[in-house]
């Protein structure tokens, strides 16, 4: 066979030439490998559909699950980055994200995951990442709802880890003051002005009693008939999973009515409210409640920076089989 011989110095020339070129794809190829929109492609033209037409029908079955699903992309992404790490069970010997405090009896939308990830399974057997799956599933949510859309770069892998404590350390708590949630911002690399754009998202879904009840029966930048209003489903004690909507005005529509309802302290958390208390960042919460067009414009490039947090890639990692579990 000829090109197994290696007598021809011109062949050999050319096989050193293929072998440098296989060694410098390896560095660069893997040690730099970007995410990319094109990324499934060739390998799984239909994941984006597939992966949009599940999220609709969980959508049009609840419409809080769009909230649900742009929660999990969030706390996804600011726990080891976006590796679908939130989507890992307990076992005997492995405890998961899903109850840590910001978590448990809390994030949601597991099961829409799950029956993404069996679609895609059933048309590209191994090719689709979790961590992809609820990137995509988040932006579809949020258009789906009425707001702003972006692109979705492509190519997280999945962790076959998941870090309990981190979750409970990164995660921003709703008790926190706006300097605390500036700092929790800050250590993912996003600025002050991005955690104001970021916390948009609250213009959709609901949080429990448990999460706003020192708010409604003890501060005092709180619209007080909002206030009494929400004291009827929040019992000062009981009834900690009570829900209440986030956006007082549109609760499950994408739009920039948080920011009004701050000019208005009725925010529900004590977080929201400190975005519009008299501080630095109660302009940027004035503008965006006057022009929606600059917030839907600022959100969406806020969502694409969340995305890029310490993605696997290359051969980092692992495409889950199951969402729930490592291979
Ligand atoms: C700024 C700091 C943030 C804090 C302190 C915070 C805190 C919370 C809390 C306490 C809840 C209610 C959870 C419950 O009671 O079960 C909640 C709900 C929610 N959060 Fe945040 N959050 C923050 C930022 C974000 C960001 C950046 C996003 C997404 C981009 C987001 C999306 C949501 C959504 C959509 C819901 C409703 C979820 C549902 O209805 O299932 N949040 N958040
Ligand atoms: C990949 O597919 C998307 C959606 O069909 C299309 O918009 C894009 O142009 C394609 N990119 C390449 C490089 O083929
Ligand atoms: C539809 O939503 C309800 C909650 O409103 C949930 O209990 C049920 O499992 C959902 N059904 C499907 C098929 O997703
Ligand atoms: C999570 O919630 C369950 C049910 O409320 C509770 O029993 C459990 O102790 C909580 N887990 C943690 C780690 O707080
Ligand atoms: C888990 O997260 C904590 C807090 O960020 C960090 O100190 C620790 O090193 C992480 N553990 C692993 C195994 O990555
Ligand atoms: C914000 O909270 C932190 C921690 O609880 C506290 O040390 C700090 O003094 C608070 N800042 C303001 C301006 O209240
Ligand atoms: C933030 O930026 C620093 C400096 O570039 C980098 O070392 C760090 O890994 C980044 N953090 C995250 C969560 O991306
Ligand atoms: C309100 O504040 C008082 C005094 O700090 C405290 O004892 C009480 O538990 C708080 N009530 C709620 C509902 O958080
Ligand atoms: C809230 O919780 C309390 C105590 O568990 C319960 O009695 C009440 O019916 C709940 N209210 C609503 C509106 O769900
Ligand atoms: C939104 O408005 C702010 C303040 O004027 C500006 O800095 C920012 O660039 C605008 N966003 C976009 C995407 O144009």
Known sequence: MAGSSSSNSSLGFYKLLALQLCVTWLLFGVAYAQLSQDFYNTTCPSALSIIRSVVVAAIANETRMG???TRL???DCFVQGCDGSCLLDDTPTFIGEKTAFPNNNSL???DVIDKIKSNVEAACPGVVSCADIVAVAARDSVVILGGPSWT??????DSTTANFTAANTDLPSPFL???GLMAAF???NFTAEEMVTASG?????DARCTNFRARIYNETNINPEFASSKKSI???TGGDNNLSTLDVTTPYYFDNAYYKNLLNEKGLLHSDQQLYNGGSTDSQVESYSSNPANFSADFSNVMVKMGNLSPLTGSNGQIRYNCRKIN
Request: net charge positive; charged share 20%.
């Open 177 to 179: 003051n706006l300097s």
């Open 152 to 157: 979705v770069q492509l190519g997280r892998r």
């Open 234 to 236: 929040c019992p000062i």
């Open 108 to 110: 949601r939308g597991f």
């Open 186 to 188: 800050r250590k993912k």
């Open 201 to 205: 998202a609250h213009t959709f879904g």
């Open 73 to 75: 992309f969030f706390h």
């Open 67 to 69: 909230a649900s699903l």
